[in-house]
């Protein structure tokens, strides 16, 4: 089992940055996939980047190329978000996820976090 906690949601300009934490609790962190999905209002939830085990292999949705950075540490069981010149777009709740397998997080993932709130004013 794996908890996954979020934090550092809130409100940013367009153009700013917000840096998005997921604590994890449980057992073996490093063995798991980590990854970020987004929900908008009224739509389906969108994969936002994923990371390996080691963190050195890390995907992104062509949405979010150059400008939002996943990584980890899995010393502190963590794995952040980076997110620079947001625009409106990026609205939406932000959850992370574990899974074994990418294949198996973009599928749907094994854990999910509650999610946290990112709201970008034009």
């Known amino acids: 089992q794996v908890q996954l906690v979020e934090s550092g949601g809130g409100l940013v300009q367009a153009g700013g940055s917000l840096r998005l934490s997921c604590a994890a609790s449980?057992?073996?962190?490093?063995?798991?996939?980590m990854g970020w999905f987004r929900q908008a209002p009224g739509k389906e939830r969108e994969f936002v980047a994923s990371a390996s085990w080691s963190g050195s292999i890390t995907y992104y949705t062509e949405s979010v190329k150059g400008r939002f950075t996943i990584s980890r540490d899995n010393v502190k069981n963590t794995v952040y978000l980076q997110m620079n010149s947001l625009k409106p777009e990026d609205t939406a709740v932000y959850y992370c996820a574990a899974a074994l397998t990418r294949a198996r997080l973009q599928s749907g993932g094994n854990y999910w976090g509650q999610g946290t709130q990112v709201t970008v004013s034009s």
């Open positions: 449980g057992r073996s962190f490093s063995s798991y996939v």
